[in-house]
Every structure is written in C-alpha cells, then in structure tokens.
C-alpha cells in the first residue's frame, strides 16, 4: 500500500515537472518569436500618413516583425505600372522617415539575424492582373530589383504575354522565357500563386532559380483553384522552391468542410507540406486584407501567432521548426536567390 502512495506521488511530481516544462518551452516561445508574413495586404491601405500608422501600430499588436506587401496599392488602375510602384514607393520611404512604427527593408540580409528594433520591417513585391507589370521589356526587370522588390507573382493575362498555346497546350512565350531568365539574372524571384497547374509546371521546369508560392496551400488538404498539386509539389522540391501557406478561409478549408477553428487546419496544411517538400521550404504568407476579411476563423487576431507555436508544439514540432515557419525560411530563401 505504502508502494502505491510513493509510485502515486512520484507521478504526481512528473506530472508538474511536465507541466512546468512544457510552460517555459510555450513563455520562450512567445518572447523569442520572430514573424515574417511574406505576403499581405495588410499595412499600407492607402498612401495617406495616418492611415498607414494606424495599421501599423495594429500589425505590431498583431505580432508582426517584417511583412513584403503587395504593390500598387491603388489596383485598379492599368496605367504605367513602374511609374506607379516607384512613386508608391517613394512615397512610402517619405512616411518611414522619424516614425516609430515601420521601417523600409529592401535588402532582407540586412535583418537576417533577429533585430532589436521594435518596428515592422516593410519589403514589396509586384502582384497585379489588369495591366503590364513588364511592357515588353525585360530591361525594366532590373528597374524593379533597384527599386527592392522581392518577387512578382507573373500571371497568365493577355497584358504580358508571357503564354501562348501549343498543340492546346498553354506553354511559356518566347518573352515569358526572356522574363525568367531576367529576374533569375536580377534576383527578383518568380511567384507561381494563381498559376494554372500547367503554367506552375512550365515556370518551375524552365526558371533555374528556385521559385516562390507566396500565398497558396496543399490541394491534396483541400481542393482551391489556388493550391499546389502533388505534380507541382514534388516539381518545387525538386527546384528546391518555397511555399508560405495562407490564412484564407477557402484556400485552407474545402467549402463541403465542416468550418472549425483555422489554427488546426493551418496545421494540416503543415504537415502535409513538411512530407512532401520538407521542413526547410514552408512559410508563411497569410493573404491577409485590411479587417482580416475572407481569412479562417482563428487566424486574424492578437494570439493567432501565438496559438499556432502551441498547437504545432503540441504536434510535435521542435522550437528550432517553428522558427523555421515563421521567419528563417523565408530569409534563408532570400539570402540564398
Ligand atoms: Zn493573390
């Protein structure tokens, strides 16, 4: 009898150490987190000073240390696109001047140890669909990588022509070709979201620098126009590619899913993606809208980084890997392109 007091205390004592231990691993977390979203439209809603403050000073609540927004801002518009994404970020450089919020970063080494500073470090990337990002001409490609931007996410438009058809088969341009190989020459990298799944394949076969999905998820986990098939997946790997999965709601969750808590699927897509591509090439690039529109529930407030650390904790995953998520791999994706 007395055996089974000490074998019940001697458990009761483990269990606290556990408890305890598990505690201090979740506070390290949340002190030493490190965030970067690689892709959002979150910051910088219009060029107006206050405006951008406040969201600033809201993306800090939120956890965030560096953000790449999408430019231009205004994307409606069709005309003169390099003119447009320069003004804007000239204009943006003015408001970062003597503010306390945010500070533009166009060369990301320069923060590729985790800084003191307590402002939201801003890079860019070019996203647009309704008007010519190159203008038939590549010269301009280098125009951009002075300008720091990271990334273009090249869609198939009748703007840039950088697809035609053969045999029915949509195949890259003879200047979709000359475009590729500028940016691999520039460094600017190629984003492939919102690809077709023919046209993700072409541009990872043909670009030999490694390419960029900036905000899409796994189609096996669930099945949105957005998200990387198994072909395109093992293709990435193989172009030793990066993914940063999204927030949203449609891109996470099937529309015959049962709608639950995002955190937990956020997670699958995790998983999913860690067996095929590994741990080394998954980011995170929310998609994220001014008021956390059209993202999963969970996943647009004040503990949401926090929530994830926990629960990819709780699956297994080491501190070192959830760092890896949240901001090494995109650093290391862009000191090494
Ligand atoms: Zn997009």
């Not at 647009?128 to 190159?134: K, P, V």
């Not at 035609?164 to 088969?169: E, G, H, M, Y």
């Not at 020459?185 to 984003?191: A, K, L, R, V, Y």
Request: aromatic share 10%.
């Amino acid at each position: 009898m007395k055996k089974y007091y000490v074998f019940i205390l001697l458990s009761f004592i483990s269990f606290n150490n556990l408890l305890v231990a598990q505690t201090n691993e979740l506070n390290i977390l949340s002190e030493s987190i490190f965030i970067i979203d690689g892709h959002t439209h979150h910051g910088f809603p219009s060029l107006d000073s206050s405006e951008v403050m406040s969201e600033m000073k809201y993306l800090r609540t939120l956890g965030y240390n560096a953000i790449v927004h999408e430019l231009p801002i205004e994307r409606s518009e069709t005309d003169d696109l390099y003119k447009r994404v320069s003004n804007e970020l000239f204009r943006l450089e003015e408001l970062s001047e003597n503010n306390e919020f945010f500070e533009i970063t166009k060369y990301p080494k320069s923060f590729s140890e985790v800084p003191e500073s307590e402002k939201i470090h801003c890079m860019f990337a070019i996203e647009h669909f309704r008007g010519s990002i190159f203008n038939e001409d590549t010269s301009i490609i280098r125009k951009y990588g002075e300008l720091g931007v990271q990334y273009i996410t090249l869609v198939n438009t009748e703007y840039d022509r950088l697809f035609t058809t053969s045999n029915d088969i949509s195949v890259l341009s003879k200047f979709g070709k000359e475009v590729i190989d500028k940016m691999n020459e520039i460094g600017i990298s190629i984003d492939i979201s919102h690809m077709s799944e023919e046209d993700m394949l072409e541009v990872i076969t043909y670009s030999k620098s490694p390419v960029i999905a900036s905000h899409s998820s796994g189609a096996e986990i669930s099945l949105s126009e957005d998200n990387l098939s198994n072909k395109v997946l093992y293709q990435l790997k193989e172009n030793r590619g990066l993914v940063l999965l999204s927030f949203r709601q449609n891109r996470l969750f099937n529309t015959d899913d049962k709608i639950e808590d995002g955190v937990e699927k956020f997670i699958d897509h995790v998983d999913y993606l860690k067996s095929i591509i590994g741990i080394n090439k998954i980011g995170i690039g929310t998609d994220i809208q001014a008021n956390g529109k059209y993202m999963a529930s969970g996943l647009s407030h004040e503990q949401t980084f926090q929530n994830i650390a926990n629960a990819l904790s709780k699956r297994g995953y080491t501190q070192a890997e959830i760092e890896k998520i949240f901001y090494k791999n995109y650093l290391d994706f862009v000191n090494k392109n």
